[in-house]
């Protein structure tokens, strides 16, 4: 049975949190609860799927000190702010931080819900993609290293006569190669694989 989505409640205003919390629950999802960014830096979240409410000013770590936080350690739970104090200049840097949206206090039932259940549907996105990319990962890493230059050659549109000379070996070695770099990619088409590549970032080095 799938877990419901917790939603990571961050207030240092303890009745809002209580009643974010009761609001939500009643809607069936679960909440966990953080007096601070501190708290919850000290108790990061588990691997369900989630979204976070975070107050944009707080005492210690602020709001968007965490968000920037947050990104460099890869979250991926969408971040909604909620807000007391209509700062236009944070709302903005938050936005385009990447939070999911900006509401201020005190929201409406219908708003906080309509923006949860965006973000969550992000999050599922999101989870799916870095699945997928997990995936991608799993069949490169069982490429020898020599299939690997062959696959990276492959994708940038090399010949097979091409690579041969480039790798010093021989057309029929390179056949070789492409079809068990075919194989272990779970691949039909060249197109497939340069989709990988470009999910793995090789295109870009």
Same mark, same amino acid.
């Given at each position: ?8 409640? !961050? ?6 949190? #209580? ?11 679960? #909440? #966990? ?7 919850? $830096? ?21 709001g ?11 979250n991926? @739970?969408?971040?909604?702010?909620? #807000? ?7 709302? !903005? ?8 949206d900006?509401?201020?206090k005190? !929201?409406?039932? &219908? ?37 690997a &230059? ?8 090399? @010949? ?5 000379? &480039? $790798?010093?070996?021989? !057309?029929?070695?390179?056949k ?8 272990? $990619? ?8 340069v989709?990988?590549? &470009?999910? $793995?970032?090789?295109?870009a080095?």
């Amino acid at each position: 049975m799938t877990a419901a989505p917790t939603i990571h409640i !961050v207030d240092d205003d303890a009745s809002f949190r #209580t009643s974010m919390s009761r609001l939500l629950r009643a809607s069936g999802y679960q #909440t #966990t609860l953080y007096e601070s960014g501190d708290a919850f $830096l000290k108790q990061p979240p588990d691997d369900n799927a989630g979204c976070i409410l975070l107050d944009l000013q707080m005492s210690g770590v602020q709001g968007l000190e965490l968000q920037e936080h947050l990104a460099r350690i890869g979250n991926i @739970l969408p971040i909604i702010f909620l #807000t007391a104090h209509g700062d236009i200049r944070g709302s !903005v840097q938050a936005i385009k931080a990447g939070a999911e949206d900006f509401l201020p206090k005190p !929201v409406s039932r &219908e708003a906080l819900f309509e923006c949860v259940d965006r973000a969550l549907a992000r999050n599922v996105e999101q989870r799916q993609q870095q699945d997928r990319l997990s995936a991608m990962r799993s069949l490169a890493a069982r490429l020898t290293p020599r299939e690997a &230059e062959v696959f990276s050659l492959v994708v940038r549109g090399k @010949l097979n006569k091409q690579i041969a000379h &480039e $790798l010093g070996t021989s !057309v029929r070695t390179i056949k070789a190669h492409r079809q068990a770099v075919m194989e272990k $990619l779970d691949v039909k088409s060249i197109a497939e694989a340069v989709s990988i590549a &470009e999910r $793995l970032g090789m295109l870009a080095e």
